[in-house]
């Protein structure tokens, strides 16, 4: 069936489902089980539009998707690990309820945002409400219009997130300015073993600051003047 003819399952029915994934008494098991077709036909990329990044919904459609995302989080999901929002273009205020549900999730610690058109306030807005998170392993920003003012935030955060093993800043040309915000918050990162900097205008002399990096083991940074 073409996804513009898929039946829509109603918001409130979307979270009584949700609530009652864990179905204690019989008449729960039996809701569920009558409902639970029809999600998967109605709904079934609701669930993951906005967990597998690039969904080119229209805008009625994502934002039920991204309702139900976000409930998802906000009730704990622990089947959800890792955040990929790639591609998707949020308003502000979306980006800020998705970025405190992220922020607020324990069980997910790889979050990747590529080409969300942040800039430099939405990505500020972002890595401000992930100061609350409470780990966070992989962090994918590439493709954002990053500029000085949300990498000084970003340095912030992870000076604040001891257990960052990967950062792909890629396609962000913030030059050489932004390579030496951000090295006040890398050098001396114990856990960072994978960077990704390839297009972000970087000069052939920063490959000496990079190597200053002991703890990381791979470093991307083609397409920068610099082999890697």
Known sequence: MPVDAEPQLPVAVVDRILRYSSCDSIADQAFYARTSALLRTAN????KDLSTGRSGLPCDRRTRALQVFVNRLQQQDDTITRIDVS????TPQQLDTLARAIAHHGPSSDICMN???LGDAKAISVFEALMEKPRIIRLSFA???LGKGSLRVLAKLIANQPEITHLDLSYNGFGEAGLHILMDALQGYPTLAHLRLRH????????????????VREKSTAQNGISG
């Open 87 to 90: 591609g998707e273009a949020f």
């Open 115 to 117: 080409a969300c058109s």
């Open 44 to 47: 079934t990329r609701l669930s």
């Open 143 to 145: 493709s954002n219009q």
């Open 200 to 215: 972000c205008g970087l000069r052939t002399e920063s490959l000496n600051m990079l190597q200053n990096l002991q703890s």
